[in-house]
T-cell receptor, first 112, second 113 residues
C-alpha cells in the first residue's frame, strides 16, 4: 500500500544543532507539506512544495528549510535548533492542490 | 483575527446526542473546506469535505457550509465514545493565500457513556 512515512518519530536534540526530519511518500503526489502542531495553535504550515525543485514558505518558516530533489521526499531541516521549535511535526501530501491531505504519523522533536 | 477559528472547547456530549462543531473563516474567496479528526497521539485524518453552500451528509456526519456568513459546521449524530477526538477545521483559501490549507486550532470532543 502507498503511504507516507516520517523519521525519526522521536528526537531529542540540543540548542544550536542542525536537525533534519525526513518525509517519504510512495503515492507519487506532487504536493507535499510540512506542518507543526502546538497546543493552542493547531496545525501551522511551515513549508510546502508543488513539485520537484519547487518550495514555498508557509506562515512559520523562519528557522526552517526544505528541498525537493525528487517526487517522493521533502526533508525538513532546522539549521540551528531552538527551544521554540520543540513541537510535533507532520508531513503531508496531496494529489490536487485543493484536495485531501494525507498525513504521516508525525515526528516529535524536543530541543533542550 | 485568526484566519480560521473554531468554537472553544472542550465539548462534552452524552452518548447518542448530537455534537455540533463550528468554524468561521476570514477569507471570502475561500474555496474548499475540510473537517479532520485527530485521535490523541495520532495524525489527522479527513472525515468530510465540502465545496458548495448547503449540507453534505455522510453516515452520521453532516457538514454545513454558508459562504455568505463565512461559516462551516460539522454535526455528528448519535455520538459514540469512539468519536472522542480533536476535530480540526481546515480551509483552502484563494487570492494571496492560494495553495495553503489553513487549520483552526481544533475542538476537543468528549463523548461520555
Amino acid at each position: 500500500d502507498a503511504e507516507i512515512t516520517q523519521s525519526p518519530r522521536h528526537k531529542i536534540t540540543e540548542t544550536g544543532r542542525q536537525v533534519t526530519l525526513a518525509c517519504h511518500q510512495t503515492w507519487n503526489h506532487n504536493n507535499m507539506f510540512w506542518y507543526r502542531q502546538d497546543l493552542g495553535h493547531g496545525l501551522r504550515l511551515i513549508h510546502y512544495s508543488y513539485g520537484v525543485h519547487d518550495t514555498n514558505k508557509g506562515e512559520v518558516s523562519d528557522g526552517y528549510s526544505v528541498s525537493r530533489s525528487n517526487t517522493e521526499d521533502l526533508p525538513l531541516t532546522l539549521e540551528s535548533a531552538a527551544s521554540s521549535q520543540t513541537s510535533v511535526y507532520f508531513c503531508a501530501s496531496s494529489v490536487m492542490v485543493t484536495g485531501e491531505l494525507f498525513f504521516g504519523e508525525g515526528s516529535r522533536l524536543t530541543v533542550l | 483575527q485568526k484566519e480560521v477559528e473554531q468554537n472553544s472547547g472542550p465539548l462534552s456530549v452524552p452518548e447518542g446526542a448530537i455534537a455540533s462543531l463550528n468554524c468561521t473563516y476570514s477569507d471570502r474567496v475561500s474555496q474548499s473546506f475540510f473537517w479532520y479528526r485527530q485521535y490523541s497521539g495520532k495524525s489527522p485524518e479527513l472525515i468530510m469535505s465540502i465545496y458548495s453552500n448547503g449540507d453534505k451528509e455522510d453516515g452520521r456526519f453532516t457538514a454545513q457550509l454558508n459562504k455568505a456568513s463565512q461559516y462551516v459546521s460539522l454535526l455528528i449524530r448519535d455520538s459514540q465514545p469512539s468519536d472522542s477526538a480533536t476535530y480540526l477545521c481546515a480551509v483552502f483559501a484563494g487570492g494571496t493565500s492560494y495553495g495553503k490549507l489553513t487549520f483552526g486550532q481544533g475542538t476537543i470532543l468528549t463523548v461520555h457513556p
